[in-house]
């Protein structure tokens, strides 16, 4: 056994059986539902313990190291103390913080440990589970020279756990440790179809958009020489679509609110929303993601394809509606898509027919593309929950 194996065995824990691989990379614990990692791609599970309960992961993209295991109910009074403890089985010392997530008291924390003669920082994160399933720990690390390359991939990963069915909806950990929701709201007005409608954002949601959406570019721009570059930017919109929908959740239930008594089924509902995209100002961002953030675009800012169609499938998400995301390198372009029982020109993914909505082009319905667009091997389908 390698020092490296002896270092890893020596800090695990009691872990759930972890199922691998899932489709894009996300991973899943027998008996705990919805408790899921939307991993980043190409990892390798490089170790384990004897009885197959605890992983560690390293990374061929990325000089990263990481560790997922859960620990059962009633072995530590809260999930500080389990990540201290895991910190600290890896002699690693660093602050941590108690953070209030999914209306539990996680934990989050940052490190440094040696190893050999190579100096390591990193980052971790720890929950609770719901309805008393234990405690899920995940910690990452790179050397201390990759630091700067690395911290997003890192908090990306951190970002990436799942615990409950409603977390599929709101931003991670990581995210919510640097930006804590507050009560402070700003009030904005929109007019979609000639009518006015009134909601409002928390006055962190823009800065904490834009921040998940460069973190989230700067770590799919890692497989851009991969052969796993679908699935990271599958992941890339996932992430984001995760982060905005909470952010967005009230602003689609005021616009639904709003239009709906007006509209015949969910496609004419759907198609006012097109509408209005279409006449949105088209703008590239100054970023380098030049992605702009959801709530930013509803504060007036400028738009592009993608962030357009990544509006229109959070907004008809929040109103229950079927939505997804297509994106194409080979057309440089990206639409949202909807099932719906109207005529029109469809693909199909997961045995669905989705007709594509065109947000740059004033006046098109669903189900009407560029013709020389219509390849369906070309596009990427991202699917949200």
């Known amino acids: 056994m390698t020092s490296v194996k002896r270092v890893f065995c020596s800090i695990l824990l009691s872990l759930a059986a972890l199922e691998l691989p899932l489709a894009a990379e996300r991973i899943s614990f027998k008996g705990l539902q919805d408790v899921c990692v939307d991993l980043p791609e190409d990892y390798l599970v490089s170790g384990s313990n004897k009885e197959g309960t605890a992983y560690q992961l390293d990374y061929a993209t990325a000089p990263v190291t990481a560790v997922i295991r859960i620990y059962e109910e009633g072995r530590f009074s809260s999930a500080k103390e389990a990540l201290d403890t895991s910190l600290a089985n890896l002699k690693a010392q660093g602050p ?60 990306s990963f951190l970002d990436a756990v799942y615990i409950d069915a409603g977390s599929y909806f709101e931003s991670g950990i ?67 679509y995760r982060d905005s929908f909470h952010r967005l959740q009230k602003a689609s239930f005021d616009i639904y609110n709003e239009l709906a008594p007006y509209c015949k089924d969910g496609t004419d509902l759907a198609q006012k929303l097109l509408t209005w995209t279409q006449g949105f100002s088209y703008e590239r961002e100054k970023t380098s993601s030049d992605f702009a953030a959801l709530p930013g675009m509803l504060l007036g800012g400028g738009s592009d394809c993608d962030s357009r169609s990544m509006l229109l499938s959070v907004l008809l998400t929040g109103m229950n509606q079927d939505a997804i995301l297509l994106v194409s390198r080979q057309y440089s372009h990206a639409l949202c898509a909807i099932t719906s029982g109207h005529q029109g020109h469809s693909f199909k993914f997961n045995g669905k027919d989705y007709l594509m909505g065109e947000t740059t082009k004033q006046g098109l319905t669903w189900g009407i593309i560029a013709a020389d667009q219509d390849k369906q091997d070309n596009w990427v389908p991202v699917i949200f929950p």
Do not use: H
């Open 96 to 155: 941590s913080k108690e953070v209030m997530w999914r209306n539990l008291t996680g934990a989050t924390g940052e490190f440094g440990f040696r190893f050999n003669t190579v100096e390591m920082k990193g980052k971790a994160m720890a929950s609770l589970i719901p309805n008393g399933k234990g405690c899920i720990v995940c910690i990452a690390w790179c050397p201390e020279n990759q630091k700067e390359k690395c911290e997003p991939f890192i908090t």
């Open 174 to 240: 990581w995210t919510q440790s640097l930006y804590p929701e507050k009560d402070e709201w700003q009030e904005i007005t929109l007019t979609i179809d000639g009518k006015t409608i009134n909601t409002k954002l928390r006055k962190s949601d823009k800065e904490a958009a834009e921040y998940v959406v460069d973190r989230e570019f700067q770590t799919m721009c890692m497989y851009a020489s991969s052969q796993k570059w679908k699935q990271a930017w599958q992941r890339y919109y996932r992430m984001i």
